[in-house]
């Protein structure tokens, strides 16, 4: 069966294609695999939109002047292996390219998982480089793969986030302004934050998505985008801008004349995206995670920042699932046509925040 992989303009995200090769022989060392599902959420909109900036484009190079493969987080299995420590049959949850399958080259494999060494990945962070056994993962049930596929990344983004805050002190802060509050990143951001004491956890969100915001229980207030200058000017916050909207983050920095710090994480308004500009107040500083997960693997080693991760991801995936109204209802699409239908209504920023979408690129 012939590989089909969605491509992307690099300098035009709403032109897509999809293309069909042959697959080719594996090289010793090499395994083929299946994707079978993955979630597509804004999170993989950032990917693209900040591919060259984060370097997104060249986990998966399209090898084909300007079009890229935008990565995606989920599940494959291993359908051929000439690696002796990777069997056909795995199954493996990880990074990949959206495309029906895969070709990894496996390195320092362990018990628990493996690097992908093939040589273009070199010197990309190994967070994204790295493919874990579900057999041997302590986040990983079956029953819940596409919870996984669609919130643990984002989670694990939303921990680090809060941690690195609260190890800063807030920047001296009581109140913490987040943007596109009914993302997922940003409401598993105010899921840890609202553990925090002495801190509000604000959500700016649009009129449509008010009631689902407050709904989830995980901010001390709501405020719609039109109703942001109700919020006293003279507060002192911290902004963590999943947006990525010039003209938002433009009005936080002339609003707000005690901003202590701007936190950029995400670009889900990929209409208004931009530079910082000429700002009143803290210039607006990336926020990149693996940074905080190479801090905290100092501290507390591996298995210590591990153990604190699937805690809180349990927490987490659990009130996310509760009854009676969960946080997030699954809907599948299945087959390329489908999936890039799918990622350009993303990319539109349409949908129902409630939707988690899980795709395959297999019919």
């Not at 921990?159 to 993302?183: P, V």
């Not at 905290?296 to 109204?325: C, H, I, K, M, Y």
Request: hydrophobic fraction near 40%.
């Amino acid at each position: 069966m012939n590989t089909t992989t969605l491509l992307v303009r690099q300098d035009a995200l709403a032109t897509t294609t999809l293309r069909s090769t042959e697959p080719a022989a594996l090289a010793d060392g090499q395994v083929r695999v299946q994707v079978e599902h993955f979630a597509l959420t804004a999170n993989n909109i950032t990917y693209a939109a900040m591919g060259d900036m984060l370097q997104y484009w060249q986990f998966f190079p399209a090898g084909e002047p300007g079009w890229g493969i935008v990565p995606v987080w989920g599940f494959a299995t291993v359908q051929e292996s000439l690696h002796p420590d990777v069997a056909v049959g795995e199954r493996l949850y990880g990074y990949w390219p959206m495309a029906s399958e895969a070709v990894l080259s496996p390195h320092k494999a362990t018990a628990t998982g493996f690097a992908d060494g093939a040589a273009h990945r070199t010197g990309l962070h190994p967070v994204y480089n790295h493919y874990l056994r579900c057999g041997a993962d302590p986040f990983y049930h079956p029953d819940t793969e596409d919870i996984q596929a669609l919130l643990r990344p984002l989670f694990i983004t939303s921990w680090l986030i809060d941690d690195f805050l609260a190890d800063q002190g807030f920047y001296g802060a009581g109140t913490l302004l987040l943007s596109s509050a009914s993302s997922k990143t940003a409401y598993g951001t105010a899921f840890q934050l609202a553990q925090r004491a002495g801190v509000q956890v604000v959500g700016l969100t649009s009129r449509a998505n008010q009631a689902f915001c407050e709904s989830l229980g995980c901010y001390h207030r709501v405020v719609t985008y039109e109703d942001l200058e109700q919020i006293a000017a003279e507060t002192p916050c911290v902004y963590i801008d999943f947006a990525g909207s010039v003209a938002l983050r433009q009005r936080i920095h002339q609003h707000f004349t005690q901003l202590a710090y701007n936190c950029a994480v995400g670009a889900s308004h990929v209409g208004d995206l931009g530079g910082a500009g000429q700002l009143p107040g803290p210039r607006p500083v990336m926020f990149f995670a693996p940074a905080q997960v190479k801090k905290r693997t100092g501290e507390w080693g591996a298995q210590g920042l591990n153990d604190r991760l699937v805690a809180a991801w349990q927490a987490f995936s659990s009130a996310v699932q509760a009854p009676p109204q969960p946080w997030i209802t699954v809907q599948r699409h299945l087959g390329p046509q489908a999936t890039q239908a799918l990622f350009l209504d993303l990319l539109r920023g349409q949908g129902d925040p409630r939707t988690g979408h899980i795709a395959s690129m297999r019919p």
